[in-house]
């Protein structure tokens, strides 16, 4: 069984900036940008102290051609939200710009929970940490 979220453990670990990819994912990811789909991704990553780290990872990891990367920006309106009413409330933003969300991807069950989740959800495995 995992451990649940460390986000002491996490932050440090990924400052590190060398987050393997998922080679299903990345296949995925490339696919979907090559048949012409705009592709978000939604992290509740800080962006203040994990932007930058996070955008280069996605970069050297062959993440190149996405239509945004959604960071948390830890502001007011954001604190105090768990991961499914954040998510939901950052998905819904996206919908009410004229976005249809076709697809979500995830590896805890509160990337796919709540509210404009997508016509399908995708459960990725996760053997390293759970979100409570």
């Not at 996070?54 to 993440?63: E, R």
């Not at 830890?74 to 819904?92: Q, V």
């Not at 004229?98 to 996760?126: H, M």
Request: proline share 4%.
């Amino acid at each position: 069984m995992c451990d649940p979220y460390d986000s002491k453990g996490f932050k440090a670990w990924a400052l590190k900036g060398g987050c393997p990819s998922n080679s299903a994912v990345l296949g995925l990811f490339k696919t979907l940008v090559k048949k012409g789909f705009k592709v978000f991704l939604l992290t509740g990553r800080d962006e203040e102290t994990l932007g930058k780290v996070t955008v280069d990872n996605l970069h050297n990891q062959g993440f190149i051609g996405y239509e945004r990367l959604i960071l948390s920006k830890l502001k007011a309106e954001h604190k105090g939200l768990g991961a499914i009413l954040y998510k939901s409330k950052r998905r819904k933003e996206l919908v009410e710009e004229g976005y249809r969300i076709w697809g979500n991807v995830g590896d805890q069950w509160t990337d796919l929970q709540g509210e404009y989740k997508g016509n399908r959800t995708f459960k990725l495995p996760n053997p390293m940490y759970f979100v409570p």
